[in-house]
C-alpha cells in the first residue's frame, strides 16, 4: 500500500532556532512530491519537487527530495512566531496526492 | 494560481440530512478533487470529481453516501447524504492550477474548507 510518514509529528522550538522536518515515502509510480503549510485552514503550496538533490528554497524555506533514498527534508531557518503551522508533505501518484499525517510545529517567543 | 471558492464555509446539520458543498475555480482546470480533514488529522481523498463522466471514488467512499457533480471544467459539488456525527470534518474542494511564472508549471491547491458539524 502506497504511504507517507513524516516525523516528527510535532515539534516545539523557539524563535530563532532552525528546524528540520523529514518525509518518506512508498509509492508505485511516483511524479512528485509537495511540501503545504496549513494554519487553521486551507493548505498553502509552499514547493514541488519533482528532481532528486536540487535544493528549492523561499526566503528561510528550503526544501531537497532524495529520490533514491525516497525521502524529503524541509528546513526553516531563523523560525519565527509565525512559522507555527502544521506542515504536509504529499506525494504526487496515479493522478492523485496522497498526504502524511503532518508535522505540527509550535514556535514559542 | 487557481483561486478556489466554497460554499458554504461553514454549517451545523442534524443527523439524517444531506448537505452540498459547492466548489468553484477561477479558471479552468483539468483535475478536481473532494478531501476530507477530521479533526487533528491529516487529509485524505474522498474523490476526483471528472468531468462529464462518474467520480473516482477511493476505498471507502462510496456514491450513495458522497454523490459529486462536475458540469463543467470551473465547478464541481460534494453531497454529504444521511448525515451521521462521524461525518462532522472539513471538506476541501482542491484543483490543480498554474503555478507563477508559467514555466514553473502546475500544482495543486485547496479550497478554504467547508466545516461540517453533524448533531
Known amino acids: 500500500e502506497d504511504k507517507v510518514v513524516q516525523s516528527p509529528l510535532s515539534l516545539v522550538v523557539h524563535e530563532g532556532d532552525t528546524v528540520t522536518l523529514n518525509c518518506s515515502y512508498e509509492v508505485t509510480n511516483f511524479r512528485s512530491l509537495l511540501w503545504y503549510k496549513q494554519e487553521k485552514k486551507a493548505p498553502t503550496f509552499l514547493f514541488m519537487l519533482t528532481s532528486s538533490g536540487i535544493e528549492k528554497k523561499s526566503g528561510r524555506l528550503s526544501s531537497i527530495l532524495d529520490k533514491k533514498e525516497l525521502f524529503s527534508i524541509l528546513n526553516i531557518t531563523a523560525t519565527q512566531t509565525g512559522d507555527s503551522a502544521v506542515y504536509l508533505c504529499?506525494?504526487?501518484?496515479?493522478?492523485?496526492?496522497?498526504f502524511g499525517q503532518g508535522t505540527e510545529l509550535s514556535v514559542k517567543p | 494560481s487557481a483561486v478556489i471558492s466554497q460554499k458554504p464555509s461553514r454549517d451545523i446539520c442534524q443527523r439524517g440530512t444531506s448537505l452540498t458543498i459547492q466548489c468553484q475555480v477561477d479558471s479552468q482546470v483539468t483535475m478536481m478533487f473532494w478531501y476530507r480533514q477530521q479533526p487533528g488529522q491529516s487529509l485524505t481523498l474522498i474523490a476526483t470529481a471528472n468531468q462529464g463522466s462518474e467520480a473516482t471514488y477511493e476505498s471507502g467512499f462510496v456514491i450513495d453516501k458522497f454523490p459529486i457533480s462536475r458540469p463543467n471544467l470551473t465547478f464541481s459539488t460534494l453531497t454529504v447524504s444521511n448525515m451521521s456525527p462521524e461525518d462532522s470534518s472539513i471538506y476541501l474542494c482542491?484543483?490543480?492550477?498554474?503555478?507563477?511564472?508559467?514555466?514553473?508549471?502546475?500544482?495543486?491547491?485547496f479550497g478554504p474548507g467547508t466545516r461540517l458539524l453533524v448533531l
Open positions: 504529499a506525494v504526487f501518484e496515479g493522478g492523485k496526492l496522497i
Open positions: 482542491s484543483a490543480w492550477g498554474q503555478r507563477e511564472p508559467v514555466l514553473a508549471g502546475e500544482t495543486q491547491y
